[in-house]
C-alpha cells in the first residue's frame, strides 16, 4: 500500500459535517491521543485513554492526576477542534494558543514553570532550549518567528506545486523547532500537523509510541541540517501504517464486485 491509496481512501468521502468526521475518526482519536500522550508520558495506558473517550470517565483509577487530566484535554481539544476543521479555518496564533491551553490545562509543573509564572495558552518568558543541539527562538521572538511560519504555510496553499504533505512536515519540523511554550510543544506540534492536514483534505496520522526514536531522529536531523525528507518519509510511513486496515477494507476487491443474484 503506497500514501497515494491512503490518500485516495481519505478523499473518497468528504467531511461536511463533525457527525462525519466524529464517524471518520472514530476509532482514529483515541489511538491518537493515547501515543501522542505516551510519547512523553508512560503512565498513560489504551485502557485510560478510552475510557475518558467513550465514556467520559474511568473507574477506580488510581494514578496521578497529572496524567488524567492529559488524557481528558485531549478529548477536549478534539472537540474544540472538530467543527474547525470542517470550516477549514486557517491556522493562526490564536488557534494555536488555544490548542496549547486546551491540551496542557492542569499539567504544568509547578515546581518547574510556577517560578516563572508559564502558564498553558501564553508563549514562554524564558529561555527552554531543547535537545541536544539546544533548539528554540529567544522568548522576545517567539511570536513573530511563529507568525512567519504561519504564514509560509497559509500562504501556499492552491499553489500549482503545493503539496500538503511536504508543507505539514515544514509546518510540525518548524513549530518544535520555535518551541514556542514552556512544556506541551510536542502535543501541540502533532495536533496542528494533523489540523493542517486535515483542512486540506489529507488524512491525518498518528505517531506511534513504539516509533518515537525514528521521529526524534528525523527531527533533529532537520534542526542540524535543514532536511526535511527523513520527516516526510516518516510522516508518510506513519500515515499508511495509521491507516492501512481501513483503507485495506476500502480497496478489497470483495468490496469491489456487483453484488451476487440469486438464481
Not at 483503507?247 to 468490496?255: C, E, M, T, Y
Request: proline letters at 4%; hydrophobic letters at 35%.
Amino acid at each position: 500500500m503506497t500514501y497515494a491509496d491512503v490518500l485516495a481512501f481519505w478523499q473518497h468521502n468528504k467531511i461536511s459535517s463533525v457527525s462525519d468526521m466524529d464517524m471518520k475518526l472514530d476509532s482514529f482519536r483515541i489511538l491518537f491521543a493515547y501515543n501522542s500522550n505516551r510519547i512523553e508520558n508512560d503512565k498513560i495506558t489504551y485502557h485510560d485513554t478510552r475510557e475518558i473517550f467513550e465514556n467520559g470517565k474511568v473507574i477506580n483509577y488510581t494514578g496521578d492526576t497529572r496524567t488524567l487530566f492529559e488524557i481528558e484535554n485531549q478529548k477536549k481539544c478534539y472537540d474544540f477542534l472538530a467543527e474547525k476543521i470542517v470550516k477549514k479555518e486557517p491556522i493562526s496564533i490564536g488557534l494555536i494558543k488555544q490548542i496549547h491551553y486546551t491540551l496542557t490545562y492542569g499539567t504544568f509543573d509547578e515546581r518547574r514553570f510556577g517560578v516563572n509564572h508559564e502558564r498553558p495558552g501564553e508563549f514562554k518568558k524564558h529561555d527552554y532550549v531543547t535537545g541536544i543541539n539546544e533548539v528554540g527562538s529567544p522568548p522576545e521572538y517567539v511570536e513573530e518567528d511563529l507568525e512567519a511560519l504561519i504564514e509560509e504555510v497559509n500562504g501556499v496553499a492552491g499553489e500549482a506545486n503545493f503539496n500538503a504533505l511536504t508543507v505539514s512536515a515544514y509546518l510540525h519540523a518548524g513549530f518544535e523547532y520555535i518551541h514556542p511554550f514552556a512544556d506541551g510543544n510536542g502535543r501541540v506540534g502533532r495536533t496542528l500537523m494533523n489540523y493542517y492536514l486535515m483542512i486540506n483534505d489529507h488524512p491525518p496520522l498518528i505517531i506511534y509510541d513504539e516509533d518515537k526514536k525514528d521521529y526524534y531522529n528525523a527531527l533533529e536531523i532537520y534542526d542540524t541540517e535543514e532536511n526535511l525528507r527523513p520527516l516526510i518519509s516518516f510522516i508518510e510511513k506513519e500515515t499508511i501504517k495509521t491507516w492501512e486496515k481501513s483503507a485495506g477494507r476500502f480497496n478489497s476487491p470483495s468490496l469491489n464486485k456487483p453484488p451476487s443474484r440469486g438464481r
